[in-house]
């Protein structure tokens, strides 16, 4: 007899971006039309050379190798705070943060922290398909929230407020936005906040671009609230803002009950975040301040390029939000799957982006570009490729 799977995890399709790889996988591009990939949120730069000279220099040491504290190096968690601290104008203690390996973990830990079996999260669509995954996989619900492009993708605090039940444990935010880059105002962020806390639920917030906002300034005033520590739970990664994807290392800010909770499914999980990313993520807020700014210029350069280049009238792809990292666009093709138009883009305009509908459902109408992955002077021949494929309706 043959082992059977898991069936919550054998209903989940497998994962999107290899997927998608694929669809490229041994094929040559000609020099005049060169491969444009912006289907993976990585950075399209490689870290400081500044880091990987000081990871080399770590690297030989016998405590490099050994296990962490669970919920990370004191060092990481006293800086994190302080770094947090000073970019919300906030007060976070180093015993507020967990340190997990990268922000997808930090995801399934704050969830295996709240909520089990049976119960249901409050999920806006588009979602970053990761969520949706481990949500499924956990056999927690998903309560979708709808998609408002005509709020240029920004959700509605009062149908979230429709949608919680008896049995909701979460409210989950992504602010700025994967997969459409919106970036949610302060004011719509302090509502969901005010609804989960007047429900005694958390309010899940995913960080994971914050470096890259359009503008100065914090994003939101949550950690101001006296109370924070009862309802919100904030997740970070350190893969896109020092080029870490690799070394796994990303964060969980919560109140202390929660937090021992998370330290209990890490120390089963995985003990701690490795430790060598856990140094590259001490090395980066110490001393990457400037790099990490010249990042933050890069993007909003490659932002104003994409809003440029992208937002045509004549372009027949219609740009849906653009902000941090990714824009979302309606495609013109009325009725046909996402993933058909996304495969054409690839076999015939040589550009590889994601489809919609890898996002949930309801989003056949659109494609993911991810721009941060493609310098600001090909955004021109993006758009003359995108416009060429409209043509073709
Ligand atoms: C919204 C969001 N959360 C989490 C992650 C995963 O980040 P990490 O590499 O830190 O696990 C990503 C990566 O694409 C993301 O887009």
């Avoid at 973990?105 to 949706?132: K, T």
């Avoid at 503008?215 to 997740?235: C, I, K, M, N």
């Avoid at 993007?299 to 009238?313: I, Q, Y």
């Avoid at 093709?333 to 890898?358: I, K």
Wanted: glycine content about 8%.
């Amino acid at each position: 007899m043959k082992i059977s799977a898991n069936p919550l995890l054998a209903a989940v399709a497998p994962p999107p971006i290899p997927e998608a790889h694929r669809w490229i996988e041994g094929r040559s591009f000609p020099a005049d039309k060169p491969l444009i990939d912006v289907a993976q949120a990585v950075p399209g730069y490689p870290p400081p050379k500044a880091l990987t000279d000081h990871l080399a220099s770590v690297v030989g040491e016998a405590a490099t190798a050994r296990y962490t504290d669970v919920p990370g190096l004191p060092p990481l968690r006293a800086a994190l705070a302080a770094d947090m601290g000073k970019f919300y104008g906030a007060r976070i203690a180093a015993s507020d943060v967990s340190i997990t390996a990268g922000c997808n973990q930090a995801f399934c830990l704050a969830i295996m922290a709240l909520a089990a079996a049976g119960d249901d999260v409050i999920l806006p669509l588009p979602y970053y398909f990761n969520h949706q995954m481990w949500l499924d996989m956990q056999g927690i619900g998903a309560r979708h929230l709808p998609f408002r492009p005509e709020r240029n993708g920004i959700p509605d605090p009062a149908e979230a407020a429709r949608l919680v039940g008896p049995r909701t444990r979460a409210i989950v935010l992504v602010t700025p936005n994967n997969p459409t880059g919106a970036i949610y105002p302060a004011e719509v962020i302090a509502e969901f906040y005010r609804l989960a806390r007047s429900h005694g639920i958390a309010l899940i917030v995913d960080e994971t671009y914050r470096d890259f906002m359009p503008s100065d300034g914090p994003p939101h005033d949550l950690f101001a609230e006296p109370d924070w520590r009862d309802t919100l739970v904030q997740l970070y990664s350190f893969s896109k803002v020092y080029c870490l994807t690799g070394y796994r290392v990303g964060s969980i800010i919560a109140g202390p009950a929660l937090g021992e909770e998370i330290a209990k499914a890490m120390d089963t999980i995985a003990i701690c975040a490795p430790r060598i990313g856990q140094l590259a993520a001490i090395y980066g807020l110490g001393h990457l301040g400037d790099w990490r700014m010249a990042n933050t210029r890069l993007m909003r350069e490659r932002l104003s390029a994409v809003k440029a280049t992208l937002n045509r009238n004549d372009l027949g792809y219609r740009l849906i939000s653009a902000g941090a990292y990714f824009a979302y666009l309606a495609h013109p093709f009325a009725g046909r799957p996402a993933m058909e138009v996304a495969r054409r883009l690839a076999d015939e305009e040589n550009v590889l982006a994601l489809p919609g509908s890898m996002f949930g459902p309801g989003q056949d109408g659109f494609i993911r570009i991810a721009f941060a992955n493609a310098e600001a002077s090909v955004m021109p021949a993006l758009a003359e490729r995108l416009a060429a494929d409209a043509a073709k309706n």
